[in-house]
C-alpha cells in the first residue's frame, strides 16, 4: 500500500526558508516519477516541481532558482527546499507519486498523494 507523509511546513517571513520532507512507503522508491504541488485557498491546484525515475527535475517557472527538488533513496525520501519564499508562495503543499517513471505535468495524472503540509509566508 502506498503511503506518503509530508512534513515540514510552517510560518516564515518572506525571503525566509522552509525544507519540505515527503516519505514515502509500501513501492520502490526512485522508481517512479515524484511531484510537488500546491493549492492555494480558491486556486486550482499547481504542479510546482517533479523529479523523475532518473533523477531529471522540471519547475514552474514561479519557482525556478528558488525551490529545489530532491531525493533520497536510502530514507525513501522526497524533498523540496524552498529560499527566497514570497507569500504568493503560500499554499497547501502535496507530495505525489505518478504511476510511471516519467513524469506528467498535469496533476491530474498523479494517483498517490500525502495529506499535505501548510506554508505560509507573511510580508
Known amino acids: 500500500q502506498v503511503r506518503l507523509v509530508e512534513s515540514g511546513g510552517g510560518s516564515v517571513q518572506a525571503g525566509g526558508s522552509l525544507r519540505l520532507s515527503c516519505a514515502a512507503s509500501?513501492?520502490?522508491?526512485?522508481?517512479?516519477?515524484m511531484g510537488w504541488f500546491r493549492q492555494a485557498p480558491g486556486k486550482e491546484r499547481e504542479r510546482v516541481a517533479t523529479?523523475?525515475?532518473?533523477?531529471?527535475?522540471s519547475y514552474i517557472d514561479s519557482v525556478k532558482g528558488r525551490f529545489t527538488i530532491s531525493k533520497d533513496g536510502a530514507k525513501n525520501r522526497l524533498y523540496l527546499q524552498m529560499n527566497s519564499l514570497k507569500p504568493a508562495d503560500t499554499a497547501t503543499y502535496y507530495c505525489?507519486?505518478?504511476?510511471?517513471?516519467?513524469?506528467?505535468?498535469?496533476?491530474?495524472?498523479?494517483?498517490?498523494w500525502g495529506q499535505g503540509t501548510q506554508v505560509t509566508v507573511s510580508s
Open positions: 505525489a507519486r505518478y504511476p510511471w517513471s516519467y513524469c506528467s505535468r498535469d496533476y491530474r495524472d498523479f494517483r498517490y
Open positions: 509500501g513501492y520502490t522508491f526512485g522508481t517512479y516519477c
Open positions: 523529479i523523475d525515475g532518473r533523477d531529471s527535475t
